[in-house]
């Protein structure tokens, strides 16, 4: 519920009210932008890497007219991507620890993620593959890429990020279609959100 929120709710509004964004976008899932923006009917699109290579086939009607470009942001500031959370993991409960260490290792390999990446044009964890010479002859973006993961940043670290993303979602959705002023959803869903978070705080009575 700070200003630079809202200021930020103003600016996404106006995109909507002055016809840079789509009508329909508050209601769009990711493939339906990715559909949107693949049939040229959008300038710009914020989606995940997959959208690389489906925009660029041949059928596309946008097969190389396109680039990445960090995300945008005010003036003085600073934008920044989102962080997947593909990440691997060993259950403390596993009977069988050692070999799901050994499958994380293969995983995480600077061999098996090049072959990954050349097949699904996923992304790294490794920073040397984004401009690995095999890599980027068949992905020539990847270089770009480098420079908006530099950027990114992880969500927030809570346990009820879940919660908290639902919350955000649902007011966000009512400013920017008009159905309460920016204030007034912000303060709502800053209210919600710090009560969830403080019963997420509260210790059990003994």
């Given at each position: ?91 403390k409960s596993s009977r069988h620890p050692e070999e799901a260490w050994k ?51 992880l969500r927030p670290p809570i346990a009820q990020y879940a919660q908290a ?16 002023s920016p204030e007034k959803a912000m303060q709502s869903a800053a209210n ?15």
């Amino acid at each position: 519920d700070r200003p630079e929120s809202l200021r930020a709710i103003e600016f996404l509004r106006s995109t909507v009210q002055e016809g840079i964004a789509p009508p329909g976008v508050t209601t769009y899932h990711e493939e339906d932008t990715r559909r949107f923006f693949q049939n040229g009917q959008a300038a710009f699109l914020r989606s995940w890497p997959y959208v690389w290579p489906l925009a660029n086939e041949e059928t596309s009607p946008i097969k190389g007219k396109i680039g990445i470009k960090p995300m945008v942001h005010a003036a003085g500031q600073s934008g920044a991507a989102c962080l997947g959370g593909w990440g691997f993991g060993i259950s403390k409960s596993s009977r069988h620890p050692e070999e799901a260490w050994k499958a994380i290792q293969y995983f995480t390999s600077e061999e098996t993620q090049r072959q990954f990446i050349l097949k699904e044009g996923y992304l790294p964890s490794r920073r040397a593959l984004f401009t690995d010479p095999q890599i980027v002859a068949k992905y020539p973006h990847y270089p770009q890429i480098l420079e908006v993961v530099q950027k990114a940043v992880l969500r927030p670290p809570i346990a009820q990020y879940a919660q908290a993303s639902d919350i955000l979602q649902r007011y966000l959705s009512a400013a920017l279609t008009n159905r309460t002023s920016p204030e007034k959803a912000m303060q709502s869903a800053a209210n919600e959100t710090r009560r969830l978070l403080n019963a997420g705080q509260a210790k059990p009575s003994a």
